[in-house]
T-cell receptor, first 111, second 115 residues
Framework: KQEVTQIPAALSVPEGENLVLNCSFT??????LQWFRQDPGKGLTSLLL?????REQTSGRLNASLDKSSGRSTLYIAASQPGDSATYLC??????????FGIGTKLQVIP | DTGVSQNPRHKITKRGQNVTFRCDPI?????LYWYRQTLGQGPEFLTY????????KSRLLSDRFSAERPKGSFSTLEIQRTEQGDSAMYLC?????????????FGPGTRLTVL
């Protein structure tokens, strides 16, 4: 059974700071790992998907890394902005179908 | 392509009533997933369709829950005899059956409140 843990559960940083969100998973036999953003009361927005054969993916100010052997992924956000305030979820699929999510990291960027 | 859509966005019902939610996936996606998310938790997998076939169901999907995807396009999730514990956000996602390394795209969710 895949278990996904995200640390920290909540994070508050001043605007402009660089930050790292952590995700760990127990079953390293994953096809990919996906990072999502969720605004309060809303659905999930896909940010980055890292294939199992890749070590990292970048999109704008976001960079996600994947280390399958250690069961870890990080999401790096550069030059944080108040608009980045949201909950960030990582998800690791077990097989083709079922995706297991972490509880998420609630980020607040203070102007 | 307008993405995954879900209706209704909000549903308030009394305990014991039946409710039905609808999900319209991205048009070329043949995989469709339902998840449930309670406050402060990550989404939990409920069930999964490939075309019209329901291929996997979670233990969370009690016999009061039923999901269908009759023509391999839209899907419905019905909850019978709702209970207060069913209050949650119900999320639908879709993906293409090209390879396992394809992302899931999520809809905005249906928030259910059972009084």
């Amino acid at each position: 059974k895949q278990e996904v843990t995200q640390i920290p559960a909540a994070l508050s940083v001043p605007e402009g700071e660089n930050l790292v969100l952590n995700c760990s998973f127990t079953d390293s036999a994953i096809y990919n790992l996906q990072w999502f953003r969720q605004d309060p009361g809303k659905g999930l927005t896909s940010l980055l998907l890292i294939q199992s054969s890749q070590r990292e993916q970048t999109s704008g100010r976001l960079n996600a890394s994947l280390d399958k052997s250690s069961g870890r992924s990080t999401l790096y956000i550069a030059a944080s902005q108040p608009g980045d305030s949201a909950t960030y979820l990582c998800a690791a699929p077990r097989g083709y179908q079922k995706v297991t999510f972490g509880i998420g990291t609630k980020l607040q960027v203070i102007p | 392509d307008t993405g995954v859509s879900q209706n209704p966005r909000h549903k308030i019902t009394k305990r014991g009533q039946n409710v039905t939610f609808r999900c319209d996936p991205i048009s070329e996606h043949n995989r469709l997933y339902w998840y449930r998310q309670t406050l402060g938790q990550g989404p939990e997998f409920l069930t999964y369709f490939q075309n019209e076939a329901q291929l996997e169901k979670s233990r969370l999907l009690s016999d009061r829950f039923s999901a269908e995807r009759p023509k391999g396009s839209f899907s419905t999730l019905e909850i019978q005899r709702t209970e207060q514990g069913d209050s949650a956000m119900y999320l639908c996602a879709s993906s293409q059956r090209v390879a396992p390394n394809t992302p899931q795209y999520f809809g905005p969710g249906t928030r259910l409140t059972v009084l």
